[in-house]
């Protein structure tokens, strides 16, 4: 792991943003929107299978040892919905987050802050059992509950796009999609999954098509399809 900070330069380039990830983690969706942006930035790849993310150097920066982690100005900003939220909050040009007067606001942070919340949580729970519970049996029920959580989700998400899409805050893509798109991909794997549900495969279809969904797939070399 390096612990270059802000201010950096790479080929003489200012570095703008620094982003610390692991393939496929919690980062999928700050690389595209940096992608989408097309702002200057670099990767510091935090390997969670080598318990990099426990060096007392990653600690430091992020005390909770997770990726993603953003660096910017000098700034320490973690958690995926965190990161997004500020990220378009300094690009309001972008238009990718309707901006603060709008009516579509309110319904843009309820969006993100509940697929962090309620969505990325029973992914969690359904991936990642070990963490809730020590015993196979616990864990064993922890994934049938967190499958029938994840069910009930994409069905709020397919009856929101139904009645108010194709994009998660309406007629307009917004960061709250690309955050979708990171735990529709993880889905994948699961007993649920996003895109078994039209109007969320649509989004999905519509996203890869975007070059920034392209290139963060490709650097961090994953593959999807839906």
């Known amino acids: 792991m390096s612990s270059t900070a802000y201010p950096a330069t790479d080929n003489g380039r200012d570095i703008i943003y620094t ?32 318990k990099m993310q426990r060096t007392p ?8 040892g ?36 709008s009516p579509q606001r309110g319904r ?15 992914a969690n729970r359904w991936a990642h059992p070990e963490h809730y519970c020590d015993n196979k049996e616990g864990q064993a029920s922890l994934k049938i509950k967190a499958s029938r959580e994840l069910e009930r989700c994409w069905q709020v998400i397919e009856s929101d796009l ?16 690309f955050h979708l798109f990171m735990i529709a991909y993880w889905s994948r794997l699961y007993e649920s999954r996003a895109q078994d549900y039209p109007m969320i495969q649509q989004l999905l279809k519509n996203l890869l ?4 969904i392209q290139a963060m797939l490709q650097q961090e070399s994953l593959s999807f399809t839906c």
């Open 209 to 212: 098509k975007r070059k920034s």
């Open 57 to 64: 150097e990653y600690l430091a920066i992020n005390p909770n």
């Open 162 to 177: 139904s009645n108010q899409g194709p994009w998660i805050s309406g007629e307009t893509l917004s960061g709250a999609d």
């Open 108 to 122: 843009y942070y309820q969006s993100l802050i509940w697929m962090s919340n309620t969505l990325q949580e029973a």
């Open 66 to 101: 997770k990726v993603p982690t953003l660096l910017h100005n000098g700034d320490i900003i973690y958690e995926s919905a965190a990161i997004l939220l500020y990220l378009l909050d300094q690009h309001p040009e972008s238009d990718l987050s309707p901006p603060p007067t």
């Open 19 to 50: 982003l610390y990830w692991d393939r496929g983690g919690a980062n999928m969706a700050t690389h595209a929107l940096l992608e989408e942006l097309s702002v200057d930035y670099q990767l510091i790849e935090i390997d969670l299978a080598r």
